[in-house]
């Protein structure tokens, strides 16, 4: 069976989706509320946190 171009599995290099995996320091009682509410909205923790993030840069008033 001769493959067609539309079968052509395209991977791209894993950290290059425009992602960086970093680490940092949360306090574990906001870790907490973090899962609780993942969990609720049936959302990762990384989307959850990902989300909050952006908000909050849009939204941050420096003074």
Do not use: C
């Amino acid at each position: 069976m001769k493959e067609s171009k539309s079968d052509v599995l395209k991977l791209k290099k894993r950290g290059e989706d425009g992602n960086r995996v970093i680490s940092l320091r949360i306090k574990e009682e906001t870790l907490t509320e973090i899962d609780r509410i993942a969990k609720e909205v049936n959302y990762s923790r990384n989307e959850l946190i990902n989300i909050i993030l952006e908000h909050g840069i849009r939204t941050i008033e420096i003074e």
